[in-house]
């Protein structure tokens, strides 16, 4: 069982960073691949960003490509997500989620990940 817990979320005008961290209570953490995501009210939740289990490989979303960076500190289980110039379009609840490695590589797609954490709503304002 992986407990996940994120914060670092607030409001923030248009153009401001917020930095969102997910700390996870399991005994290896670098048996997760990590991810990202976020939902806004009225639609589906979507990926952000995801991490392998080393930081070796990640991904990202279209939309956060050059504005968000996903990294993580394997001692202090911790993943975190830089978010940079914020849009009002990027107003959502950001979930992180873990993915075991025994289930194969970093994927971008929501069920494929086993555990996830309560939320942290973010707010953008124009």
């Known amino acids: 069982q992986v407990l996940l817990v994120e914060s670092g979320g607030g409001l923030v005008q248009a153009g401001g960073s917020l930095r969102l961290s997910c700390v996870a209570s399991?005994?290896?953490?670098?048996?997760?691949?990590m991810g990202w995501f976020r939902q806004a009210p009225g639609k589906e939740r979507e990926f952000v960003a995801a991490?392998?289990?080393?930081?070796?490989?990640?991904l990202y979303a279209d939309s956060v490509k050059g504005r968000f960076t996903i990294s993580r500190d394997n001692a202090k289980n911790t993943v975190y997500l830089q978010t940079n110039s914020l849009k009002a379009e990027d107003t959502a609840v950001y979930y992180c989620?873990?993915?075991?490695?025994?289930?194969?590589?970093?994927?971008?797609?929501?069920?494929?990940?086993?555990?996830w954490g309560q939320g942290t709503q973010v707010t953008v304002s124009s």
């Open positions: 989620a873990a993915r075991s490695i025994n289930t194969g590589v970093v994927v971008t797609t929501p069920s494929r990940y086993n555990y």
């Open positions: 399991v005994r290896t953490f670098s048996s997760y691949h």
């Open positions: 991490i392998g289990w080393s930081g070796g490989s990640t």
